[in-house]
């Protein structure tokens, strides 16, 4: 069974400064993985999906990707406070089953 | 536009009723997924389908089924509803050749 693990389970930072995600998983077949982003009480956002290792940026997003690793990170470039919210990170394995993390809780101060 | 509408938006139940969640998409996906989200689990997967007239169980199905009577339509049933099956419900689409899936809004429902 995919285990997929977040860290850290909170972060706080300031704005304009860079904040780095981290999602380990355990199926090395498994072919896509994403980022999503969840507002308090809202649904889900999808902000970056990627499938070769390496990076892939949209927008303030930057998702990378190392398979020998199990590792797969999310940085966020020059963050605001609206960006506060709790990240999921999501992969793709085998049955075409997503399985989440528990997620990591940001919170961008002014 | 293509979307997954999920319904109700909201639901109190009564210990060892019944539920029925609804979940109908408009993508023409293959697959749809129901999952469940509570504090520090993130989402878990209960059952998914791979179209219609076929369920498959998930990481946590006890205490759920599921039915899949059509390519668009979805449905989670709690036969006996139990208090720690307060939750939100999330539906998903999705297809194995194409990268995105769709997630409903959410049901909240609250069994008391």
């Known amino acids: 069974q995919q285990k997929v693990q977040q860290s850290p389970e909170s972060l706080t930072v300031s704005e304009g400064a860079m904040a780095s995600l981290n999602c380990t998983f355990s199926d090395r077949s498994s072919d896509n993985f994403r980022w999503y982003r969840q507002h308090s009480g809202k649904g889900l956002e999808v902000l970056v999906s990627?499938?070769?290792?390496g990076e892939k940026e949209e927008g303030s997003f930057t998702a990378h990707l190392n398979r020998a690793s199990l590792h797969v990170f999310l940085h966020i470039r020059e963050p605001q406070p609206s960006d506060s919210a709790l990240y999921l990170c999501a992969v793709r394995g085998s049955n075409y089953k997503l399985t989440f993390g528990k997620g990591t809780l940001l919170t961008v101060t002014p | 536009e293509a979307a997954v509408t999920q319904s109700p938006r909201n639901k109190v139940a009564v210990t060892g009723g019944k539920v029925t969640l609804s979940c109908n998409q408009t993508n023409n996906h293959n697959n749809m997924y129901w999952y469940r989200q509570d504090t520090g689990h993130g989402l878990r997967l209960i059952h998914y389908?791979?179209?219609?007239?076929?369920?498959e169980k998930g990481d946590i199905p006890d205490g759920y089924k599921a039915s899949r009577p059509s390519q668009e339509n979805f449905s989670l049933i709690l036969e006996l509803a139990t208090p720690s099956q307060t939750s939100v419900y999330f539906c998903a689409s999705g297809d194995q050749g194409i990268s995105d899936y769709t997630f409903g809004s959410g049901t909240r429902l609250l069994v008391i």
């Open positions: 990627i499938f070769s290792d």
């Open positions: 389908s791979y179209g219609a007239g076929s369920t």
